[in-house]
């Protein structure tokens, strides 16, 4: 069973940027669709991007576009967020997940079948 461990999170201040990493381990990385959730306190769990299983561009949502970049290395079974032009609202809990079965869109936390257990983002206005 793959286990996925994220890394890189902090407390950043508003205009800067941080690299979230998540580290796969316990089996075939690159079968998994990844993506990127957050969840805010208070808030449910939203989509934050999605990379294909054999790379290439990412899917993002509405409030990242333009300042997150989603990529992967399947050769070290590591998935990245790289976060630019951060802002007080994008402060929460940020979770890598994995797609085994490949969903169309995968824009739902039930699409997801892997999860890893969350790092903290906090970004100071």
């Known amino acids: 069973q793959v286990q996925l461990v994220e890394s890189g999170g902090g407390l950043v201040q508003a205009g800067g940027s941080l690299r979230l990493s998540c580290a796969a381990s316990?089996?075939?990385?690159?079968?998994?669709?990844m993506a990127w959730f957050r969840q805010a306190p208070g808030k449910e769990r939203e989509f934050v991007a999605r990379v294909l299983w054999r790379g290439g561009g990412g899917n993002y949502a509405d409030s990242v576009k333009g300042r997150f970049t989603i990529s992967r290395d399947n050769a070290k079974n590591t998935v990245y967020l790289q976060m630019n032009s951060l802002k007080s609202e994008d402060t929460a809990v940020y979770y890598c997940a994995g797609d085994s079965n490949y969903h169309i869109f995968g824009y739902s936390a039930r699409d997801y079948d892997l999860w890893g257990q969350g790092i903290q983002v906090t970004v100071s206005s």
């Open positions: 316990g089996g075939t990385f690159s079968r998994y669709n």
